[in-house]
């Protein structure tokens, strides 16, 4: 079975910095996607970011970048020029090609003025 | 396309009531998604379907559980004899399988509270 551990309950960052959230997982499936969704307060899920097991060069979104470490399991969120609109929980997940998603127990994330 | 919608957006129901639920999928996609959400937690996977197939159902997914997309357009979560442990929030997503691009999008959700 597939497990997503995410080790930071909560995380604050002042307004124009940089941060990052951790996050691991555990499969032995060789194909795979991960992927950041962000669920602000007023709850909607929204995907922030995608990355396909296969692709070795790491995915960004403008300011959202990934540090993905196969061989680790390591799938990590770089947040660059923080706004505090992105204040918000953060979900790291897993899926096989079209399956369910596995979620991590989450990050809030605190954009600071 | 207006996205995910779920309805209602909140319900409050006594315990040993039935409640239900509705969510309409992204028009083109095939696949829909529902997870159940208590707060602070990640979502949990509750079960899914490939058009109108029910193809797997988690062991969170009691008897009093049942979910039917009937024509493989809109599904319906249906929870019978409510319990207060039944009080969370329910999502629905959906996705294409088959397109480049397979990610789920989500619904705003459906927050039940069993009294």
């Known amino acids: 079975a597939q497990t997503v551990t995410q080790s930071q309950p909560e995380m604050s960052v002042q307004e124009a910095e940089t941060v990052t959230l951790s996050c691991t997982y555990d499969t032995s499936e060789s194909n795979y996607y991960l992927f950041w969704y962000k669920q602000p307060p007023s709850r909607q899920m929204i995907l922030v970011i995608r990355q396909e097991a296969y692709k070795q060069q790491n995915a960004t979104e403008n300011r959202f970048s990934v540090n993905f470490q196969k061989a680790a399991k390591s799938f990590s969120l770089k947040i660059s020029d923080s706004q505090l609109g992105d204040t918000a929980m953060y979900f790291c997940a897993f899926t096989l090609e079209g399956n369910k998603l596995v979620f991590g127990a989450g990050t809030i994330l605190r954009v600071k003025s | 396309d207006t996205g995910v919608s779920q309805d209602p957006r909140h319900k409050i129901t006594k315990r040993g009531q039935n409640v239900t639920f509705r969510c309409d999928p992204i028009?083109?996609?095939?696949?829909l998604y529902w997870y159940r959400q208590t707060l602070g937690q990640g979502p949990e996977f509750l079960t899914y379907?490939?058009?109108?197939?029910?193809?797997?159902k988690s062991r969170l997914l009691s008897d009093r559980f049942s979910a039917e997309r009937p024509k493989g357009s809109f599904s319906t979560l249906e929870i019978q004899r409510t319990e207060q442990g039944d009080s969370a929030m329910y999502l629905c997503?959906?996705?294409?399988?088959?397109?480049?691009?397979?990610?789920?999008?989500f619904g705003q959700g459906t927050r039940l509270t069993v009294v």
């Open positions: 379907f490939q058009n109108e197939a029910q193809l797997e």
């Open positions: 997503a959906s996705s294409f399988l088959g397109g480049r691009r397979t990610e789920a999008f």
């Open positions: 028009s083109e996609h095939n696949r």
